[in-house]
């Protein structure tokens, strides 16, 4: 028998302005997967995010999640308010249920235990998407979702996030579900890639279809390290609409601040 899977949306549409942004959407996420959303800016990766997260509702479809299940989420964007002193571990504490040594553990887990008292506001791009990161995991999460998780990092950073994602898979038991922004960097070793382009333009295991030429076409040439170039062939015209609403119906609701620049520009 397989088990009931932690999250599934099924048939998802949502207009913007008479716009449609998602169009009849299905996806599932079964536990210890890890599915990479992937496609052009401004097509709808992390506006369906949300309304996975039920941060956004749905006009028609469904979401069913499983009972009691706990995510840790990874935003886009969280901005801080610069006149507020904050340091890492403070912020840290403000995730429900955290605990001084689960804390502890994660900063030493993802390498910044030297940041522990520093202004976050003093931070690298690499910096604060380690403890966004860190963030999600102190809620023991099962489904683990980061928009965007490598926005704002170097390129060997990102080389490195995308190789500790499945090594925190492993180590949790979890599923990740994964955006990624107009990507130059795939990761390969996700179970299931999505093209969003509105609506699902594309889906495959990445081991299953790497001979398939529609599977080369939207990853281009795969390298050694387990990372592929992305060269996406789409025709995204209708994507236009959508172009600025993946950064703008942001409501993360397990943080008190608002309204001043995000890191991942830093």
Request: aromatic share 4%; net charge negative.
């Amino acid at each position: 028998m397989t088990s009931q899977p932690l999250l599934e949306g099924k048939d998802l549409c949502l207009s913007f302005r008479q716009k449609k942004v998602l169009d009849n959407i299905s996806l599932t996420v079964n536990a210890g997967q890890i599915i990479t959303l992937i496609g052009p800016n401004g097509c709808g990766k992390s506006t369906l995010t949300k309304v996975l997260l039920g941060l956004q509702q749905p006009d028609t479809g469904s979401v069913r999640t499983q009972r009691n299940l706990r995510i840790g989420y990874m935003p886009q964007q969280l901005p801080l308010d610069e006149r507020m002193p904050l340091t890492v571990s403070g912020f840290l504490r403000l995730t429900r249920r955290s605990t001084r040594a689960d804390i502890a553990h994660w900063l030493e887990r993802l390498n910044i235990s030297h940041l522990g008292e520093q202004s976050v506001h003093k931070l690298s791009g690499g910096e604060w998407q380690r403890v966004l990161l860190a963030r999600a995991l102190l809620v023991k999460p099962q489904l683990l979702v980061l928009d965007e998780p490598v926005q704002g990092v170097d390129v060997q950073g990102q080389l490195e996030l995308y190789q500790l994602i499945p090594a925190l898979r492993d180590e949790l038991g979890c599923a990740v579900l994964m955006v990624s922004h107009d990507l130059h960097l795939v990761m390969s070793a996700t179970d299931e890639v999505i093209c969003l382009n509105g609506h699902v333009c594309c889906s495959g295991h990445p081991e299953t279809v790497s001979a398939d030429p529609a599977y080369l076409e939207l990853f281009g040439k795969r390298l050694d390290d387990g990372i592929a170039y992305y060269t996406h062939h789409h025709d995204h015209e209708h994507c236009d609409h959508d172009h600025g609403h993946e950064h703008t119906h942001d409501h993360s609701n397990n943080h008190p601040h608002d309204h001043t620049q995000s890191k991942q520009h830093d």
